[in-house]
Nanobody, 118 residues
C-alpha cells in the first residue's frame, strides 16, 4: 500500500508563496507520474500540475508561470512551488500518484489546506 504524506500548506496573503511537499512510500516512485490536484469548496477536484517519471511537466492554464512542480527521486518526494498566490488558489491540495493527464492515479494523500487572503 502506497502512502503519500503532504506538508507545507497554510495561510498566506495574496502575492505570497508556499511550497508543498509530498513524500511517497512507493518502492517504484521513480517510475510513477506524480500530480497535485486541488478542490475548492463547492467545486470539483481539478488537476493543477503533473510531472512524468522523466520529468516532463504539465500545468493547468490558471497556474502556468506561477506554480512549479518538481520531484526528487532519491527522497521520493514531489514538490509544488506556488508563487504569486491569488485568493482563487484557496483550496485543499492533494498529492496523487499514478496520474495521467485525464485520470488520477489510485493513490492520494490526505490533503493540505492552502488559504490565500486578499
Amino acid at each position: 500500500q502506497v502512502q503519500l504524506v503532504e506538508s507545507g500548506g497554510g495561510l498566506v496573503q495574496a502575492g505570497g508563496s508556499l511550497r508543498l511537499s509530498c513524500a511517497s512510500s512507493a518502492g517504484l516512485f521513480n517510475f510513477a507520474a506524480m500530480a497535485w490536484y486541488r478542490q475548492a469548496p463547492g467545486k470539483q477536484r481539478e488537476l493543477v500540475a503533473r510531472i512524468s517519471p522523466s520529468g516532463s511537466t504539465n500545468y493547468q492554464d490558471s497556474v502556468k508561470d506561477r506554480f512549479t512542480i518538481s520531484r526528487d527521486n532519491v527522497k521520493k518526494t514531489v514538490y509544488l512551488q506556488m508563487n504569486s498566490l491569488k485568493p482563487e488558489d484557496t483550496a485543499v491540495y492533494y498529492c496523487n500518484q499514478g496520474s495521467t493527464l485525464s485520470v488520477p492515479g489510485g493513490y492520494w494523500g490526505q490533503g493540505t489546506q492552502v488559504t490565500v487572503s486578499s
